[in-house]
């Protein structure tokens, strides 16, 4: 038996397709005709007939009533769960498949950071590979310690930011979506993230460190960047 979608239900799906159109929706910043007119092509197709564009407009409307309950995070409703930023630079990534040496070379490299006050390391282990983030100056290092393991990948000239978080930052549903979400819309691509209980570090270039740290402070202040 064919199950028929409705037009509520195909709006629905485009919608949540867009980013950041729900939000804008919510706030009343979206015009509805002309969000209509934008997925009316794609709503046609999926139910095989032509559709008016009154009907779709009305069904946006009925979707944006619908959302009235969700959860609506704002800037002022995260900044208060932030502590101290910090920004480090000269930062590079290097990835390895797993290994039974990897973590022996690995327990190599933490020796030779500890020599160096200056230097920074942090590791993540994947199922199929293990990620350093570690600071340029360690590079001679770790070229030497792994040079029989099978290297994946790498990227330099990288900086980090982190951001120290209240313990309560676990009872915050939606947190790191809205964190994603702000650094997404300034157009700013993330190379690593690193989360701890208490502390969320973004990797980003060089050239974006400025701009995420803007993002990250405006939140912190409670103002919508």
Known sequence: ?????????????EVKKL??????????????SSLARLIKPSIEEAL???????????????YTKSMSGAVMLKAEDI????????????????????????????????HEVDKNVDAYCSFKQGMFEYTFILSQNLKEQVDE???????ISGITNLCSV????KSSNVEVMGLYYYLFKMIAWRGINII???STANEFTIVVDQENI???????????EGVTA
């Not at 037009?7 to 629905?12: H, L, T, Y």
């Not at 159109?21 to 509805?32: F, K, P, R, S, T």
């Not at 310690?145 to 290297?151: A, D, G, P, S, V």
């Open 192 to 194: 690593e993230v690193v």
């Open 19 to 32: 980013p950041f159109v729900e939000e804008a929706m919510q706030d009343g910043l979206i015009n509805l």
């Open 48 to 62: 095989m007939k032509e559709v008016n564009e009154g009907a779709i407009v009305m069904a946006l409307k009925r």
């Open 210 to 220: 400025n701009e995420s740290f803007s993002v990250l402070m405006n939140i912190k």
């Open 145 to 151: 310690l792994f040079r029989n393991e099978k290297y």
């Open 79 to 110: 900044g208060r769960y932030f502590g101290e930023i910090f920004v480090r630079s000269g930062l590079m990534t290097c990835s390895y498949a797993n290994s039974h040496t990897l973590i022996e070379n690995q327990t190599k490299l933490l």
């Open 1 to 13: 038996m064919l199950c028929m979608r409705t037009i509520a239900e195909v709006v629905e799906f």
């Open 162 to 165: 982190t951001v120290k978080l």
